[in-house]
């Protein structure tokens, strides 16, 4: 099916350091969402941003609605070593709730 | 802790086996999915369900049948599978299925076929 373009794919870092992560796509999405999967575990809802434009933070993550409508970021600030898993962002439709995903990006971060 | 609750977590059988997968949500939620997810995969949608009602089917083979009893409970039950089927199976829900209802995922349920 469908997939979103996340980028990058993995990255590996010092405990501290900002992470920045993004999705695009071809076609437009009402809502972008971002999930963390820890191994073992399901998604775990991190932000949910419903209008173009709309930055949102939660905690040491914020996360943007891009203004075309086709693209969001996600920032981690001062990464610590319970942020490690898998990153997804999900584009949600207009007409039934149905998610595109990204292809997730993993983070490590070493301490 | 995950709002929607998945048992069993880890369910081997073999391939003339007949099991089921259970998920059980309490937030009052009328849409409830089913997605399978292999290793390093995003989650692949499979069914879903909406005010108890089978709205979408992935094109998911027929050894994959779903049933949702009521508004709180959806079953995926499971006949012959193939070893190609071993994957993370995962259960959403969310308030309904219109715009700006975010999914919640239950933690899985890991199917190991033999």
């Known amino acids: 099916g469908q997939q979103l373009n996340q980028s990058p794919q993995s990255m590996f870092i010092q405990e501290g350091e900002d992470v920045s992560m993004n999705c695009t796509s071809s076609?437009?999405?009402?809502?972008w969402l971002w999930y963390k999967q820890d191994p073992g575990e399901g998604p775990v809802l991190l932000i949910a941003?419903?209008?173009?434009?709309e930055l949102t933070s939660n905690g040491r993550l914020t996360a943007q609605f891009g203004i075309t409508r086709k693209d969001s970021f996600l920032n981690i600030s001062a990464s610590i070593p319970s942020d490690v898993g898998i990153y997804f962002c999900?584009?949600?439709?207009?007409?039934?709730?149905?998610?595109?995903f990204g292809g997730g990006t993993r983070l490590m971060v070493k301490p | 802790d995950t709002e929607v609750t998945q048992t069993p977590k880890h369910l081997v059988m073999g391939m003339t086996n007949k099991k089921s997968l259970k998920c059980e949500q309490h937030?009052?939620?009328?849409?409830m999915y089913w997605y399978k997810q292999k290793a390093k995969k995003p989650p692949e949608l499979m069914f879903v369900?909406?005010?108890?009602?089978?709205?979408i089917n992935e094109s998911v083979p027929s050894r994959f049948s779903p049933e949702c009893p009521n508004s709180s409970l959806l079953n995926l039950h499971l006949h012959a599978l193939q070893p190609e089927d071993s994957a993370l199976y995962l259960c959403?829900?969310?308030?309904?299925?219109?715009?700006?209802?975010?999914?919640?995922f239950g933690d899985g349920t890991r199917l190991s076929i033999l």
């Open positions: 941003l419903y209008k173009a434009g």
């Open positions: 959403a829900s969310s308030q309904d299925r219109g715009p700006n209802q975010p999914q919640h």
């Open positions: 937030m009052g939620h009328r849409a």
């Open positions: 999900a584009g949600q439709d207009v007409a039934g709730n149905m998610l595109t």
């Open positions: 369900y909406s005010y108890e009602k089978l709205s």
């Open positions: 076609s437009i999405f009402n809502t």
